[in-house]
DNA sequence: GGTATGACAGAGT
DNA sequence: CACTCTGCCATAC
């Protein structure tokens, strides 16, 4: 299985998370079959084309936090986002316990 | 083909 | 809890 597929395989998996609800980079991983790629589904997400409609803001790090750097636009771009979608944010983290996939 | 980097995770302290 | 340390693995140099 090369690389394409896996990125295919992965961003398969982002697409069937439900609005409302996260994920995680590990969960993602995991689901796709690939356990410790978690770093790899990140690095996907990076290099995706803008404007692509794959709901790549709800994929979060397993604290609950937002990956990017605090305050920076692309934060704030996502917790808006999350939020638009109902999703309360307990400080600057999602609560996993209740919106986990 | 080393070496460093990163939208990470889990165990340990 | 929060913080550190280590393992991970595709990519970019």
Redesign the pocket.
Known sequence: MD??E??TQILQVIGAIPAGRVS????V?RRAGL??????????????PTGSRIP??R?????GE???PLGSD?WHQ?QSRLQREGICFQGERVPLRRYRW
């Not at 995680?24 to 969960?27: E, H, L, R, V």
């Not at 356990?35 to 995706?48: E, S």
Request: no cysteine; charged share 15%.
């Open positions: 690389t394409a896996l990125k995680t980079y590990g969960d991983a356990p410790n790629h978690a770093r790899y589904v990140g690095t996907v997400l990076k290099n995706l790549w803001h994929v979060i790090n397993g604290r937002i990956a990017f692309k996502q």
